[in-house]
């Protein structure tokens, strides 16, 4: 188990209060540009099986069951921050549940905003945790990622109370974070993909845990 120094007394907060946390620096750039590497190779090297996808969405570059794609992998589910934030938010005992790339091509990757583990709405701890690595540089223009700070508080469900999930929810920000970054959030934060404007591939990693 992390160590219970790897996260700092704001960094707790911020999984309390808000929902997610960003972890700055836990890979380097040439960490990061080894992983986009080997997902590339993965993605053009693997038939695509869409009956494992949750939501089937061609336009993305999708790779699974990563904890099998290399040792560089390795560290998506070893990270001792990583592994502290995912376990304040889970409230202690975890395991891992999966690895995977979702990756945004040029016009493509929004979603409606949603929940990943909608069980035990209004509980302290959800019933799961994902961690978002960012490959690359994320900004509003790559479509970085739609997080409502403190929707974990709610108990709800933003499919059931937006009247619309895709538009933009009031007091909803866009992930700005740099290449090597990791964001952690509880599976009862509302959160969703956005419109990758660049002409570049936005590239992740995700873990989750339960």
């Not at 304040?88 to 690895?99: A, E």
């Not at 059931?160 to 992930?175: C, M, N, Q, S």
Request: aromatic share 6%; charged share 20%.
């Amino acid at each position: 188990m992390p160590p219970d120094n790897a996260l700092t007394d704001a960094e707790r907060r911020s999984l309390d209060d808000q929902g997610f946390v960003i972890l700055h620096d836990v890979l380097t750039r040439e960490q990061a540009s080894a992983i986009v590497d080997r997902l590339s190779q993965l993605a053009e090297s693997t038939e695509r099986d869409y009956s494992r996808e949750a939501v089937v969405e061609p336009e993305m570059i999708k790779v699974v069951d990563l904890i099998n794609g290399g040792e560089g992998f390795d560290i998506g589910y070893t990270h001792p921050r990583v592994l502290a934030a995912v376990k304040h938010v889970l409230g202690g005992d975890m395991k891992f549940h999966s690895m995977g790339s979702r990756s945004a091509t040029p016009g493509h990757g929004h979603q409606a905003l949603h929940l990943d583990f909608g069980r035990d709405l209004g509980q302290p701890h959800p019933a799961g945790c994902n961690a978002l690595w960012t490959l690359v540089d994320f900004s509003r223009h790559n479509g970085g990622t739609r997080l409502v700070p403190g929707s974990h508080k709610t108990g709800q469900n933003p499919r059931k109370v937006l009247d619309d999930p895709t538009a933009d929810a009031p007091g909803e920000i866009r992930l700005e974070a740099a290449a090597g970054s990791v964001v952690v959030f509880g599976g009862h934060t509302w959160h969703g993909g956005a419109q990758n404007l660049s002409d570049d591939v936005r590239w992740s990693l995700l873990t989750a845990f339960c």
